[in-house]
C-alpha cells in the first residue's frame, strides 16, 4: 500500500536554527522505506536555550557507579549535524558469499518513537556476520544490512527517549530490550522477550552503513579514553565473555579452558580471566598464533588439528587427552567455537566443572553424552550477549586492568566482502572492523 503523508514542523533551537519539515514515506511489507525527507537540523526538538537541560549532559546513575573516572563529557547540541536523504550501504540482498554484498545508496530512515539514529563511525565484523550473511538464522529479513558491533554519535532522537541525547557518543547491543517485561524487571534484559523484534542485522538493519537507526535502550554510552573503533568490538567480545562467566557463577582464580583462542571473543577469554586470576589452557588449529595467544597471558596454548570424523560429517578438534588436561580437568570450559571442539571440551571438565557456551561458528549439531554429564555432575549453559549493566562494568573492567581490543586490521566500508572472506580463510588475529568515518574519531 502506498502511504502519502505530509507533517509540518516548527521548532525553535537558540542558537541552532529554525526548520520545516516535509516527508513522504512508502511502506512496503513491513520495512518502511523513506522516499524523500528534506535535510535539517538534527537539534530541532531538542534545544530550547543556549544552556541546555542539564539531563542532555548527565550520565545515568548505572553508569557513573561503574566509571568514576571515565565519563562521557560531550553534551547534546555541541554542533549542528544535517541529516542527508540518503547514505552508503552495504545491503545483502540474499543469503550467500561474501560478494553478494552490495554498496548501495539507500534512504536514511529517521527515528520512530523511542528511537535513535546514530551516526556510525565503525562497525566490528565478527563470525556471527558470516553466519548472518549465510542465511543461517530463518528469521532474517531480506535484504538486510549486516553488522552488529555499531559505535558512533546520537545525531536525531525520536519520541519517548530520555536515555541519550543527540552528541552522544554510544555503541549498540545486540537488540533493544523493551524495559518492561518479566526478564527485563529481574535484570536479565538478555532474555527479553520482545527483543527478537530489534535484532540487530537479522531483523532491522545494521551497522555496515554511514547511519543506523534502532531502539535507543539498544545503546549505550562510551566512557571517556575510547576511541570508535576499538569501542565498537567490546560488546560482542568481552561484554559476551563477562555475561558467561557471571553466568557460569566464575570465581576468581578457576582454571579455564578457551577454545579459538585466536578470535575476537576467545581473545577477550584470555584477557579477562588471566586479569582475574585464573589458569588459562587456549585451545587453537594454527601453529602460526601460538605466540600471539601466549602475549595475552594464556598460561598454556595447545595448538590441535582438526580431522574428519567421516563421510558427510564435520572436522573435530581433540585435546581432552593432552596429558596437561588428562591429568588435571578445568573447572570451566568457555566454548566459543561450537561443534568442532564442544565434546573435547565437556570431557575436559572436572566432576562438577562448567561449560558455558557462547558460539557454533560452523552452525553444526552435536550429540551429548548424557551419562557423562549426569555421572560428573557436569552444567553446560548457553550464554548470549550482555547487558547495558554488564557492558558499563566491563569497560571499566578493561581500564582498570589496562586491557585493549587488539583491532588487527581495518578496512573501508566498500571492502565489507574482504573482511568476510579474511574471517572465513582464518587469517585474523583478533578483531576487524570497518570504518566508517575515515578517522578513528567519533
Given at each position: 500500500?502506498?502511504?502519502?503523508?505530509?507533517?509540518?514542523?516548527?521548532?525553535?533551537?537558540?542558537?541552532?536554527?529554525?526548520?520545516?519539515?516535509?516527508?513522504?514515506?512508502?511502506?512496503?511489507?513491513?520495512?518502511?522505506?523513506?522516499?524523500?525527507?528534506?535535510?535539517?537540523?538534527?537539534?530541532?526538538?531538542?534545544?530550547?536555550?543556549s544552556?541546555?537541560?542539564?539531563?542532555?549532559?548527565?550520565?545515568?546513575?548505572?553508569?557513573?557507579?561503574?566509571?568514576?573516572?571515565?565519563?562521557t563529557?560531550?553534551?547534546?547540541?555541541q554542533?549542528?549535524?544535517?541529516?542527508?536523504?540518503?547514505?552508503?550501504?552495504?545491503?545483502?540482498?540474499?543469503?550467500?558469499?561474501?560478494?553478494?554484498?552490495?554498496?548501495?545508496?539507500?534512504?536514511?530512515?529517521?527515528?520512530?518513537?523511542?528511537?535513535?539514529?546514530?551516526?556510525?563511525?565503525?562497525c566490528?565484523?565478527?563470525?556471527?556476520?558470516?553466519i548472518?550473511?549465510?542465511g543461517?538464522?530463518?528469521?532474517?529479513?531480506?535484504?538486510?544490512?549486516?553488522?552488529?558491533?555499531?559505535?558512533g554519535?546520537?545525531?536525531?532522537?525520536?519520541?519517548?527517549?530520555?536515555s541519550?541525547?543527540?552528541?552522544?557518543?554510544v555503541?549498540?547491543?545486540?537488540?533493544?530490550?523493551?524495559?518492561?517485561?518479566?526478564?527485563?524487571?529481574?535484570n536479565?534484559?538478555?532474555?527479553?522477550?520482545?527483543?527478537f523484534?530489534?535484532?540487530?542485522?537479522?531483523?532491522?538493519?545494521?551497522?555496515?552503513?554511514?547511519?543506523?537507526?534502532?531502539?535507543?535502550?539498544?545503546?549505550?554510552?562510551?566512557?571517556?579514553?575510547?576511541?570508535?573503533?576499538?569501542?565498537?568490538?567490546?560488546?560482542?567480545?568481552y561484554?559476551?565473555?563477562?555475561?558467561?562467566?557471571?553466568?557460569?557463577?566464575?570465581?576468581?582464580?578457576?582454571?579455564?579452558?578457551?577454545?579459538?583462542?585466536?578470535?575476537?571473543?576467545?581473545?577477550?577469554?584470555?584477557?579477562?580471566?588471566?586479569?582475574?586470576?585464573?589458569?588459562?589452557?587456549?585451545?587453537t588449529?594454527?601453529?602460526?598464533?601460538?605466540?600471539?595467544?601466549?602475549?595475552l597471558?594464556?598460561?598454556?596454548?595447545?595448538?590441535?588439528?582438526?580431522?574428519?570424523?567421516?563421510?558427510?560429517k564435520?572436522?573435530?578438534?581433540?585435546?581432552?587427552?593432552?596429558?596437561?588436561?588428562?591429568?588435571?580437568?578445568?573447572?570451566?570450559?568457555?566454548?566459543?567455537?561450537?561443534?568442532?571442539?564442544?565434546?573435547?571440551?565437556?570431557?575436559?571438565?572436572?566432576?562438577?566443572?562448567?561449560?558455558?557456551?557462547?558460539?557454533?561458528?560452523?552452525?553444526?549439531?552435536?550429540?551429548?553424552?548424557?551419562?557423562?554429564?549426569?555421572i560428573?555432575?557436569?552444567?553446560?549453559?548457553?550464554?548470549?550477549?550482555?547487558?547495558?549493566?554488564?557492558?558499563?562494568?566491563?569497560?571499566?573492567?578493561?581500564?582498570?586492568?589496562?586491557?585493549?581490543?587488539?583491532?588487527?586490521?581495518?578496512?573501508?566500508?566498500a571492502?565489507?566482502?574482504?573482511?568476510?572472506?579474511?574471517?572465513e580463510t582464518?587469517?585474523?588475529?583478533?578483531?576487524?572492523v570497518?570504518?566508517?568515518?575515515?578517522?578513528?574519531?567519533?
Amino acid at each position: 500500500s502506498l502511504v502519502m503523508a505530509a507533517v509540518g514542523r516548527l521548532a525553535i533551537a537558540a542558537s541552532c536554527c529554525r526548520a520545516a519539515v516535509s516527508r513522504a514515506s512508502f511502506h512496503a511489507s513491513t520495512r518502511p522505506l523513506i522516499l524523500a525527507a528534506t535535510p535539517r537540523c538534527s537539534l530541532l526538538g531538542r534545544c530550547s536555550s543556549s544552556s541546555h537541560d542539564a539531563n542532555t549532559a548527565t550520565i545515568n546513575s548505572t553508569m557513573i557507579a561503574h566509571h568514576p573516572r571515565h565519563l562521557t563529557t560531550t553534551t547534546a547540541c555541541q554542533t549542528q549535524h544535517v541529516i542527508p536523504d540518503t547514505m552508503s550501504a552495504v545491503v545483502l540482498p540474499r543469503p550467500g558469499p561474501a560478494e553478494s554484498m552490495e554498496l548501495q545508496q539507500v534512504p536514511v530512515q529517521r527515528p520512530g518513537p523511542k528511537q535513535v539514529l546514530v551516526k556510525v563511525a565503525a562497525c566490528g565484523v565478527c563470525h556471527r556476520d558470516i553466519i548472518d550473511r549465510n542465511g543461517k538464522f530463518p528469521f532474517m529479513q531480506q535484504p538486510t544490512v549486516l553488522g552488529h558491533e555499531v559505535a558512533g554519535t546520537v545525531v536525531e532522537v525520536g519520541g519517548d527517549v530520555d536515555s541519550l541525547a543527540v552528541g552522544d557518543h554510544v555503541v549498540s547491543l545486540h537488540w533493544a530490550p523493551c524495559g518492561s517485561c518479566e526478564a527485563c524487571a529481574n535484570n536479565r534484559a538478555t532474555e527479553c522477550v520482545t527483543s527478537f523484534d530489534s535484532f540487530l542485522a537479522l531483523t532491522v538493519d545494521g551497522g555496515y552503513a554511514e547511519y543506523c537507526t534502532a531502539g535507543a535502550s539498544g545503546w549505550t554510552r562510551v566512557p571517556a579514553g575510547w576511541g570508535p573503533q576499538e569501542a565498537s568490538t567490546i560488546m560482542c567480545t568481552y561484554g559476551t565473555v563477562w555475561h558467561a562467566l557471571k553466568r557460569a557463577g566464575y570465581q576468581p582464580g578457576e582454571s579455564m579452558l578457551v577454545t579459538g583462542a585466536s578470535g575476537g571473543v576467545g581473545t577477550a577469554a584470555v584477557q579477562l580471566a588471566k586479569a582475574l586470576g585464573s589458569t588459562v589452557i587456549a585451545v587453537t588449529s594454527s601453529e602460526a598464533k601460538r605466540r600471539y595467544i601466549e602475549s595475552l597471558g594464556a598460561d598454556h596454548v595447545l595448538v590441535v588439528e582438526r580431522h574428519q570424523q567421516g563421510e558427510g560429517k564435520g572436522a573435530v578438534m581433540t585435546f581432552h587427552k593432552e596429558p596437561l588436561i588428562a591429568s588435571n580437568r578445568v573447572d570451566i570450559a568457555f566454548e566459543a567455537v561450537g561443534e568442532p571442539t564442544f565434546m573435547s571440551s565437556l570431557r575436559s571438565l572436572r566432576s562438577g566443572g562448567r561449560l558455558v557456551l557462547v558460539g557454533n561458528v560452523s552452525a553444526g549439531i552435536v550429540k551429548l553424552p548424557l551419562g557423562s554429564v549426569i555421572i560428573g555432575s557436569k552444567s553446560i549453559i548457553g550464554s548470549d550477549s550482555c547487558t547495558a549493566e554488564e557492558l558499563a562494568e566491563v569497560f571499566a573492567l578493561l581500564d582498570k586492568h589496562n586491557i585493549r581490543p587488539n583491532v588487527s586490521d581495518t578496512l573501508p566500508l566498500a571492502d565489507a566482502h574482504r573482511a568476510h572472506e579474511l574471517l572465513e580463510t582464518r587469517s585474523v588475529e583478533g578483531r576487524l572492523v570497518l570504518r566508517v568515518a575515515e578517522e578513528d574519531a567519533w
